[in-house]
């Protein structure tokens, strides 16, 4: 599994210290509690976050209210920007990031390279919280487009469930190939300003065998 380590960032480090004073300041929601955790899954269609409060050995969950959360700007902007300074071309970035912020000392963000979801005691998916299809991780990979030997196992029956080919990040030309498009792919993830090229794959395809062969086993 690949794994994003962000800690030493001090734009997270700021994040962190403005998320303990919402919890922890003299306004804060989370008073008299010792850690506060926040996971929210990242998609790039949607989101789904929830979080708990911890008080010696008691839980409190918590919903995504603005009465008693981190606000917008502190917590969903700030790891937007989290989420493009871990993409790597070709790499990838997170899909789960796990926040833990304290009263007494520093934060953690704990980022993972998969959807952290739980089902309830019924059996059944949080509301706002299935595992995503293959729709949206065509979306993630478009936007943040990775080789093939970079999309886990786990998204690829994904997609030959749905017989979906996904977009993939080509080396040789820097650019993320989908649907015989071409887009050029900064170290922020796909420039989307830029028009499209045309790819022939008739002159290209080793590429496109590569693709094939991962998605339909030939």
């Not at 899954?41 to 981190?70: E, K, N, P």
Request: aromatic content about 12%; some cysteine; hydrophobic content about 35%.
């Amino acid at each position: 599994m690949v794994t994003f380590d962000l800690n030493s960032e001090p734009y997270v480090e700021l994040g962190l210290q403005r998320l303990s004073g919402e919890a922890f300041g003299p306004e804060g929601f989370a008073q008299h509690m010792d850690k506060v955790v926040h996971v929210l899954i990242h998609r790039r269609t949607s989101t789904f976050g929830h979080g708990q409060m911890v008080a010696g050995a008691r839980l409190f969950y918590t919903g995504r209210s603005d009465t008693d959360r981190f606000s917008y700007e502190g917590l969903n902007v700030w790891l937007d920007e989290c989420r493009l300074l871990a993409y790597t071309p070709g790499v990838g970035t997170w899909s789960t990031a796990v926040v833990h912020v304290f009263p007494d000392r520093a934060g953690q963000l704990e980022l993972f390279d998969e959807e952290l979801l739980e089902r309830d005691n019924q059996g059944n998916w949080p509301p706002g919280g299935k595992p995503a299809n293959a729709h949206t991780w065509t979306q993630q990979l478009l936007a943040f487009p990775r080789t093939a030997d970079n999309i886990p196992s786990w998204m690829w029956d994904i997609f030959r469930t749905e017989e979906v080919t996904p977009p993939f990040y080509n080396p040789q030309f820097n650019s993320v190939d989908w649907k015989n498009r071409r887009r050029p792919v900064t170290d922020r993830g796909t420039d989307f300003t830029v028009e499209p090229t045309i790819i022939d794959p008739s002159l290209e395809p080793g590429v496109f065998a590569k693709i094939g062969k991962k998605l339909f086993g030939r």
